[in-house]
């Protein structure tokens, strides 16, 4: 029981809590009701949004396992009490559960790509890739690793636009009501994508002042 509240605890299942919070508001209130309204067929199924979502819960939990992997050092100055890496969870499991919700998240993006739109595997892999390299170098640069996750996380509304219109639709006979339902959804997801990424990079910011003991010591060049 201890290891699985661990485990919880290094995925921060608040935060993925939110992301789907987030999406499933986006997806029913602002995508469903568009394309309701204008009588149309939602390609983005309730199945395929479902596996859309824990997609993105998958990669954005893989994200705070590698982060915490190589935040070790970092961590027993800043916050010793909350670690979860090798106090409770040995490094090398650390990996292998990073690598395995990483894979899971990245072969469901697939098969949503499939039934909607290649965009959303090729940027989901450019996440993974990102949070990768976000740990390992861009959090340690000027505002570079706070750009990142700030546009992180405005990818999880802007991936449910992309992901309910196909992308080979101009191949189609034109849909009456289509265009301005995607018009209006585009318009929703910038909105709240813009937003996502202010609050985020001003909470990322609010952490770098919490943690200059440690980023000093180890070179990180924070903007504080």
Same mark, same amino acid.
């Given at each position: 029981?201890?290891?699985?509240?661990?485990?919880?605890?290094? &995925?921060?299942?608040?935060?993925?809590?939110?992301?789907?919070?987030? @999406?499933? /508001?986006?997806?029913? !209130?602002?995508?469903?009701?568009?394309?309701?309204?204008?009588?149309? /067929?939602?390609?983005?199924? @309730? %199945? /395929?949004?479902?596996?859309?979502?824990?997609?993105?819960?998958?990669?954005?939990?893989?994200?705070?396992?590698?982060? =915490?992997?190589? !935040?070790?050092?970092? !961590? @027993?100055?800043?916050? %010793?009490?909350?670690?979860?890496?090798?106090?409770?969870?040995?490094?090398?499991?650390?990996?292998?559960?990073?690598?395995?919700?990483?894979?899971?998240?990245?072969?469901?993006?697939?098969?949503?790509? *499939?039934?909607?739109?290649?965009?959303?595997? &090729?940027?989901?892999?450019?996440?993974?890739?990102?949070?990768?390299?976000?740990?390992?170098? *861009?959090?340690?640069?000027?505002?570079?690793?706070?750009?990142?996750?700030?546009?992180?996380?405005?990818?999880?509304?802007?991936?449910?636009?992309?992901?309910?219109?196909?992308? *080979?639709?101009?191949?189609?006979? %034109?849909?009456?009501?289509?265009?301005?339902?995607?018009?209006?959804?585009?318009? *929703?997801?910038?909105?709240?994508?813009?937003?996502?990424?202010?609050?985020?990079?001003?909470?990322?910011?609010?952490?770098? &002042?919490? !943690?200059?003991?440690? =980023?000093?010591?180890?070179?990180?060049?924070?903007? %504080?």
């Amino acid at each position: 029981m201890k290891l699985l509240f661990a485990f919880f605890r290094l &995925i921060r299942w608040r935060n993925l809590f939110f992301i789907a919070l987030s @999406q499933s /508001l986006f997806y029913y !209130d602002i995508i469903v009701s568009s394309f309701n309204d204008n009588h149309l /067929l939602l390609h983005l199924t @309730q %199945p /395929l949004f479902f596996l859309l979502m824990f997609a993105s819960i998958f990669i954005a939990a893989a994200g705070y396992i590698i982060n =915490d992997y190589f !935040d070790i050092n970092i !961590d @027993q100055v800043n916050k %010793p009490e909350k670690m979860v890496i090798e106090k409770i969870i040995k490094r090398r499991w650390a990996m292998v559960l990073h690598w395995v919700i990483t894979t899971v998240g990245l072969i469901i993006s697939l098969y949503v790509s *499939f039934k909607t739109s290649y965009i959303v595997i &090729i940027v989901n892999v450019l996440c993974t890739l990102l949070l990768w390299f976000y740990s390992t170098t *861009f959090k340690k640069k000027l505002l570079a690793g706070n750009i990142i996750i700030s546009l992180l996380t405005a990818w999880t509304i802007m991936v449910l636009y992309f992901a309910t219109g196909n992308t *080979f639709h101009f191949l189609s006979p %034109p849909v009456p009501g289509l265009s301005k339902a995607m018009n209006h959804i585009f318009k *929703f997801a910038v909105l709240y994508a813009g937003f996502a990424f202010i609050i985020s990079l001003i909470r990322e910011v609010v952490k770098d &002042i919490e !943690d200059m003991e440690g =980023d000093a010591k180890y070179n990180c060049k924070t903007m %504080p």
